[in-house]
């Protein structure tokens, strides 16, 4: 299994593996403001910038309305009826109503994750011209939003031989601290326990899901940043609280 390959630039994190295939998978930090939707007008001039600084300026942005469920918006190629179900809150931006996950066979078009702790998880099919990208908490890898998406492609055409997945920041194990109420959702395996203290391997669940459909450990890109432990270029809830702004993970193809 490979580690994330990463470039550390000014406001954000790009993988240069997917940047090698001719796609961008980057993360917004600290630097480049927050993200969230929430924001209204800032959060927006703040994610123009970030598209300008990877030089995605006046691609069309497609991001959820996030809701920590498994519903996952597919938009086919050379469809245009997303646009008419879509919301259209800034220019060159839809949004989906309650979506944690997108498949798009529109590469053109720039997925968008907002993330403070939770993954975000980004497919690229390179031979079909497919995209997902996916925002998983414990609730949506409870629901198992990953698997999902995979599904989603491979009804699309795709096959798992030609996928490559790649793993966001978020709370590793080592500092997602949950509640033993979360051992009836997920094997013992994926928890770690530091005296009365237990973490969550998130990504490491979500890794054994794509074992399952098979999988091979070079088709998978997991992720070594923490956002607790780095919080101080990534906005992380745990560390922060209820105040802290967004990330955004953002993945198209070049």
């Known amino acids: 299994m490979s580690d994330f390959t990463w470039i550390e630039k000014k406001g954000y994190l790009i993988n240069s593996i997917a940047l090698e295939m001719g796609y961008t998978f980057a993360v917004s930090l600290?630097?480049?403001?927050?993200m969230s939707i929430d924001s209204e007008?800032?959060?927006?001039?703040n994610r123009k910038d970030f598209l300008k600084n990877l030089n995605l300026q006046g691609r069309t942005l497609v991001y959820g309305k996030q809701i920590h469920d498994d519903r996952i918006a597919v938009i086919k190629q050379?469809?245009?009826?997303?646009?008419n179900t879509a919301d259209k809150p800034f220019e060159n931006t839809y949004s989906f109503f309650e979506t944690d996950?997108?498949?798009s066979a529109e590469t053109e078009?720039?997925?968008g994750i907002f993330t403070a702790d939770c993954l975000s998880i980004g497919i690229i099919d390179n031979v079909k011209n497919m995209i997902s990208l996916v925002?998983?908490?414990w609730r949506g890898s409870n629901k198992r939003i990953l698997s999902k998406a995979v599904k989603n492609l491979l009804d699309m055409g795709s096959n798992i031989s030609d996928q490559l997945v790649f793993f966001g920041p978020s709370n590793q194990s080592c500092c997602y601290k949950v509640g033993t109420e979360l051992y009836k959702y997920f094997e013992k395996r994926f928890f770690n326990k530091t005296g009365s203290d237990v973490y969550f391997d998130n990504q490491g669940f979500n890794i054994s899901l794509l074992d399952e459909f098979g999988f091979k450990k070079n088709q998978i890109f997991k992720n070594p940043y923490c956002t607790s432990c780095n919080n101080d270029?990534?906005?992380s809830y745990?560390?922060?609280g209820e105040t802290t702004g967004r990330n955004m993970t953002v993945l198209c193809k070049n």
Do not use: M, P, T
């Not at 007008?41 to 001039?45: A, F, K, L, N, V």
């Open 30 to 34: 600290k630097d480049s403001g927050s």
């Open 101 to 103: 996950g997108i498949v």
């Open 238 to 240: 745990r560390a922060e």
């Open 109 to 111: 078009l720039c997925l």
């Open 233 to 235: 270029v990534l906005y």
């Open 78 to 83: 050379n469809e245009d009826s997303f646009f």
């Open 41 to 45: 007008s800032s959060g927006d001039s």
């Open 135 to 137: 925002h998983s908490g």
